[in-house]
């Protein structure tokens, strides 16, 4: 299981090769400022992590548009419409989904885009963040149509742009054991997951140019996630830099 030691020995071999580790940090579900918002939003000024926050537009409340006017660093994806399920019982759970017409899914995808553009504005970028990372193909081939520039899921990308002028940049480490206990996954779980996808960039096994990504959730977070997370974020080495969003999603 993964360790301090071997995720050193890692980054030590992207400064052999003179090269950097990118990483950057996306929080999912954001509606509201609530303790938890708040906890990360910490982390993110102590550390100086840049923070990539995807908020549900269909339920996002106007005070969380006035929190985040007093911070420097975060940056708005959207995270659907209104995070609803409407896959059959007998299918994952998904929004973005082909159950209903191409057409009524975009539909949602406009609204929440109108909605984020009205609200946030510059802060807004035009990243979809799908809802259980799960998007239909033909809602995914329609998001440039709408504006959308980029989209984010979980896993190591298989291209960079799974459509014409829509750039892919995944997560690729959840600190939340969803089909277990559904508080925190481990720290072992969770190294083992970053030196997995560090490794696999550095030796060509999946796309290089990929930042790794970590994926929170801060509405479920517990003590032991949030632990982690001042670890991680304490944790320095010369080849390991987060990104800023702007260059995590270059066209900005």
Known sequence: MGTWDDLRAELDCWAQSDKHATMW????????????LEEILSCERSYHVPLALAVIPGKVEIDLVERLVETLDTRVLQ???????????????????????????????????????????????PVMVPPWNR???????????IGLRGV???????????????LQVNTHIDVIDWRGTRG??????????MIAHLHQRRTGAVDEDETTGLLTHHLVHDVPTTAFLHDLFSFEHSALNWQAIAGVFPWQ
């Open 152 to 166: 984010s899921t979980f896993g190591a990308r298989t291209q960079p742009c799974p459509v014409p002028g829509l």
């Open 25 to 36: 940090w996306r929080d999912d579900d954001a509606v509201s400022p609530t303790p938890q």
């Open 135 to 145: 998007i239909a193909p033909g809602v995914m081939a329609g998001l440039p149509d």
């Open 184 to 193: 925190f996954v481990g720290e072992a779980a969770c190294l083992d997951a």
């Open 79 to 125: 995270h659907g419409w209104r995070h609803e399920n409407h896959a059959p019982a007998d299918r994952k759970k998904q929004e973005l989904d082909d159950v209903r017409s191409t057409e009524s899914v975009l539909a949602d995808v406009q609204s929440g885009f109108d909605v984020l553009t009205a609200r946030f504005a510059s802060r807004f970028l």
